[in-house]
Structures are given as structure tokens and as C-alpha cells.
Nanobody
Framework: QVQLVESGGGLVQAGESLNLSCTTE????????MAWFRQAPGKEREAVSA????????VYADSVKGRFTISRDNAKNTVYLQMDNLKPEDSGTYFC??????????????????????????WGSGTLVTVSS
């Protein structure tokens, strides 16, 4: 059974940082591209960042470019999201996800309006991030 477990969320003030982690079990981690999504109350889930199997390609949504950094450690089956200079609009539940379809995933992050199918192979249950002003 595949499990993705996020951690590291919390309440911070604007301008502060958080580092999210997502540890996987039962997944051939090195075969999967990994991504972070977020969802604010009343809004659609949006793709924030994604990274390929060997970390050779990384993409970010325009809203987080220059502030967020995605990375992965295949030996630990873990993907990370370092979030710096957080803004109140970054608040929401953050989910990690896995897929073998890098082409569609990268488009989801960079051109979400052009991707009809927003499904992923596996999802975590999320960790809450709240940024106060």
C-alpha cells in the first residue's frame, strides 16, 4: 500500500520560512516525479512545484518562483519544499503527490490552464500552512 505523509506545516508570520517534508512508503520513489500542490479554502487545488526522478528538471508556479525550493532525497524516499519569505496568500493545505507522467505534471505547474486532467497517481493527506500578516 502506497502512503505519502506530509509534515512541517504550521503557523508563521509573513516573511518567515517553513520547510515541508513528504515521506513515502510502498512507492518506487526513484521512478516517480514528485510535486507539491496547495489548496486554500474555497479555491481549487493548484500545483506549486515539481521535480523529476533524478532532480534534473524542476518547475515552479509563477506565484512562488524565487521564494520556494523543491528538492528530493531518493535514499530517504522524501521530497521537501523549502518556503521562504512567506506571504498570507501562501496559506492553505499543502499536499505532496507522485506520478510517472512528468510531461503532464510539468504543464500542470507552469500552464495549468492548458491541462484538463489534473489527476496524480498518488496523493498525501496534506499539512496545513497558515501565514499571518
Amino acid at each position: 500500500q502506497v502512503q505519502l505523509v506530509e509534515s512541517g506545516g504550521g503557523l508563521v508570520q509573513a516573511g518567515e520560512s517553513l520547510n515541508l517534508s513528504c515521506t513515502t512508503e510502498g512507492l518506487t520513489f526513484s521512478d516517480n516525479a514528485m510535486a507539491w500542490f496547495r489548496q486554500a479554502p474555497g479555491k481549487e487545488r493548484e500545483a506549486v512545484s515539481a521535480i523529476t526522478w533524478g532532480s534534473s528538471s524542476i518547475v515552479y508556479a509563477d506565484s512562488v518562483k524565487g521564494r520556494f525550493t523543491i528538492s528530493r532525497d531518493n535514499a530517504k524516499n522524501t521530497v521537501y519544499l523549502q518556503m521562504d519569505n512567506l506571504k498570507p496568500e501562501d496559506s492553505g493545505t499543502y499536499f505532496c503527490a507522485a506520478t510517472t507522467n512528468w510531461w503532464r505534471l510539468s504543464r500542470l505547474v507552469t500552464r495549468p490552464d492548458q491541462v484538463r486532467d489534473k489527476s496524480m497517481d498518488y496523493w498525501g493527506s496534506g499539512t496545513l500552512v497558515t501565514v499571518s500578516s
